[in-house]
């Protein structure tokens, strides 16, 4: 049965965790990430905020081996909104009518449409209810171990929780959709004394000019966001925090992967002079002002803001124009010899990723390098 369940735990002097959270399925670059900040389950301490299925193209082979992560006494795996939606989607009789919806409007991959299209369901030989009961068959073991899942995790000073926390007396008082889909924590706060370290909202949504993955540590608010955005946005990395606890002392250390290629810079570029402008979750909507070769001149309906969007980021639903999910206006500041990971060619401008921020480059001024990246790159 779906239903909130608190673990509490503690841990006695000096410690290592990792914290990872909306792997979304992709099992690459989880395996990169934990590889890259050399996980060892017999020492290290690990917390999955999450989020780990769907989305993805490896979101089965994911489940799997977070199952057996989980099987280490020192790793903790958190239920997410996307665990709780595919649990109760194969196991709540009433929500079979629901799955075709679910396959057409919402998930473009993950378990569901893997089975089935491997069991040829779409051809009609099942009914709603029998398309259930093959996709839960496949995936029983899987949906047992999300349905004991714990919501949150009391860990010596940390609560960690995959979206937020509700202001009661004691965090425990919430409701179940508040753990697992509660938007935008970061700006509400809190008032417990530990510091709550959460995923769900990629943290690029909280920054208002750049377009930036890094984890964010807000030590006034006792918040931690990790969610890189993995899955979601095209832009996007997957982030590990490292906490390490030394004679009582705490510290953090922040790691990542994205699974790009490279760009080598081959002739400096000063970048924006200029404060940049963000369209970002859920505010796209914008309105042409003049129509240009290579950019267009916009209005960012919200805030009234009048900036340049490419061309290939704008497009028409109903009688509205959109930008493409999350942009930016902002050019890089680039070296001669630096290499950035690549994201796209857009005709004479490539967008790329320097550091944590993602922006524009000339493209007469860049060169695929040989420089590979860790794997297969994120797929939408």
């Known amino acids: 049965m779906l239903a909130v369940k608190h673990l509490t735990k503690r841990i006695q002097g000096d410690y290592r965790l990792i914290v990872i959270g909306d792997i979304h399925g992709h099992l690459d670059r989880f395996r990169a990430l934990l590889r890259k900040v050399k996980y060892d389950p017999n020492e290290d301490y690990l917390v999955i905020l999450g989020?780990?299925?769907?989305?993805?193209?490896?979101?089965i082979e994911t489940m799997r081996f977070v199952r057996r992560l989980s099987t280490y006494e020192k790793c903790y795996v958190l239920m997410g909104n996307c665990e709780w939606a595919l649990a109760?989607?194969?196991?709540?009789?009433?929500?079979?009518?629901?799955?075709?919806?679910?396959?057409?409007?919402?998930?473009?991959?993950?378990?569901i449409r893997d089975i089935y299209h491997q069991e040829h369901l779409y051809d009609g030989h099942e009914t709603r209810l029998g398309i259930q009961r093959v996709i839960e068959h496949r995936l029983h073991q899987d949906l047992q171990f999300i349905i004991h899942l714990p919501t949150t995790?009391?860990?010596?000073?940390?609560?960690?929780?995959?979206?937020?926390?509700?202001?009661?007396?004691?965090?425990?008082?919430?409701?179940?959709?508040?753990?697992?889909?509660?938007?935008?924590?970061?700006?509400?706060?809190?008032?417990?004394?530990?510091?709550?370290?959460t995923g769900h909202i990629p943290t690029a949504n909280?920054?208002?000019?750049?377009?930036?993955?890094?984890?964010?540590?807000?030590?006034?608010?006792?918040?931690?966001?990790?969610?890189?955005?993995?899955?979601v946005k095209p832009v996007s990395q997957l982030n590990a925090l490292i906490i390490r606890s030394t004679n009582g002392q705490i510290s953090?250390?922040?790691?990542?992967?994205?699974?790009?290629?490279?760009?080598?810079?081959?002739?400096?570029?000063?970048?924006?002079?200029?404060?940049?402008?963000?369209?970002s979750f859920p505010d796209y909507e914008v309105e042409l002002i003049e129509k240009g070769d290579s950019f267009s001149l916009c209005r960012l309906m919200t805030t009234d803001e009048i900036f340049p969007i490419?061309?290939?980021?704008?497009?028409?639903?109903?009688k509205k124009l959109y930008c493409l999910d999350d942009y930016t206006d902002y050019f890089l500041p680039v070296?001669?010899?630096?290499?950035?990971?690549?994201?796209?060619?857009?005709?004479?401008?490539?967008?790329?990723?320097?550091?944590?921020?993602?922006?524009?480059?000339?493209?007469?001024?860049?060169?695929?390098?040989?420089?590979?990246g860790l794997g297969k790159g994120n797929k939408k």
């Open 206 to 231: 909280y920054d208002p000019y750049y377009i930036n993955n890094d984890i964010l540590i807000d030590h006034d608010k006792r918040i931690i966001c990790v969610d890189g955005g993995t899955g």
């Open 88 to 111: 109760a989607m194969l196991t709540i009789p009433e929500l079979a009518v629901h799955i075709p919806e679910y396959l057409e409007k919402i998930s473009k991959n993950g378990a």
């Open 310 to 318: 490419k061309n290939e980021f704008l497009y028409t639903k109903g």
């Open 252 to 279: 953090y250390e922040k790691e990542n992967v994205r699974l790009t290629r490279k760009v080598l810079i081959t002739k400096d570029c000063e970048g924006s002079t200029n404060c940049p402008h963000k369209v």
């Open 51 to 59: 989020d780990f299925v769907e989305k993805g193209d490896q979101v």
């Open 335 to 372: 070296k001669e010899g630096e290499i950035v990971d690549f994201i796209g060619h857009y005709g004479d401008v490539v967008y790329a990723i320097k550091g944590q921020m993602a922006g524009w480059i000339p493209a007469k001024y860049t060169k695929l390098s040989r420089f590979p």
């Open 153 to 197: 995790l009391k860990l010596n000073d940390f609560i960690f929780v995959h979206a937020g926390l509700e202001d009661h007396k004691s965090y425990k008082e919430g409701r179940f959709s508040s753990y697992l889909e509660m938007q935008g924590f970061y700006n509400k706060g809190h008032h417990y004394k530990e510091t709550v370290i």
